[in-house]
């Protein structure tokens, strides 16, 4: 049964698509089956690794208006799948409200693909709304991209509030899988304090590997490639491989 990890970050421009993409593609390339999941209305994930964002998408998945077969996109990296979103995700979010269980519509979406995938990682939109919860509710761990600036560590208590309230009434069994930086400059004093504040007060939840800055991991979703097919030798490419290995070590 597949593992299933949740990006969140309420802060937009932080890097989840891009870690969530390429931590699944280097898992991927290591040889385990890797599911990724679109669930942000803007349809980055889905353009950053090449798949069409026609319907069936996530939504009809999730309306039950199609199959997981249909809706399922193989990309170019062997073992990595991608579940699309389009635009018509951000109606669901006003749908869902008056729905019974409203927070479990992913979880319900995802369950027949379970068996078939080591591995299922899902890309929330950057907030704390519904289509969040329903990520969260649907995770067995979450993954928290963090800029290394100083507004990033107030945002990580309020996203840590939020965690806690999911595990006291929606998801018992989910955990914190661990908090990584992002966009590091080394360069900065501003950066080099914030990881030492942060490492300093999460100690274990924070992963050894920092994603520095990088442009060709900028550039490589607007040619739908994961960094490893863009540039395979470049420190963001390398980074990453190195942090989809922890990820996998921690389990």
């Known amino acids: 049964m597949a593992k299933v990890y949740v990006f969140v970050n309420q802060k937009g421009g932080v890097g989840k698509t891009t870690s969530a993409i390429n931590i699944g593609a280097y898992m991927a390339a290591a040889g385990k089956k890797v599911l990724l999941v679109d669930f942000d209305s803007q349809g980055n994930m889905s353009s950053g690794v090449g798949v069409s964002k026609d319907k069936p998408t996530i939504y009809e998945l999730m309306a039950g208006l199609a199959t997981y077969e249909q809706t399922v996109r193989h990309t170019e990296v062997i073992n990595l799948d991608a579940l699309p979103a389009s ?6 979010a ?3 409200v008056d729905q019974a269980e409203r927070e479990f519509f992913l979880k319900k979406a995802l369950e027949p693909l379970l068996p078939l995938y080591d591995y299922i990682l899902i890309d929330c939109p950057p907030s ?8 969260l509710a649907a995770a067995n761990s979450v993954l928290i991209p963090m800029q290394c600036e100083y507004f990033a560590l107030e945002g990580i208590s309020l996203l840590l509030q939020t965690v806690k309230k999911v595990q006291a009434s929606i998801n018992p069994n989910l955990e914190i899988g661990g908090i990584f930086f992002t966009m590091y400059d080394s360069r900065t004093r501003l950066a080099n304090d914030v990881v030492t ?3 300093a007060y999460f100690k274990d939840s924070v992963f050894s590997t920092i994603i520095p800055r990088n442009v060709r991991l900028s550039e490589a979703p607007s040619h739908g490639k994961p960094v490893c097919l863009y540039d395979p030798s470049c420190i963001g490419a390398r980074s990453y491989e190195s942090l989809a290995a922890e990820v996998v070590r921690r389990g």
């Open 94 to 96: 006003i749908e869902l």
């Open 128 to 135: 704390l709304g519904l289509l969040t919860l329903n990520g």
């Open 197 to 199: 504040q942060v490492k």
């Open 87 to 92: 635009i018509d995700l951000s109606g669901a």
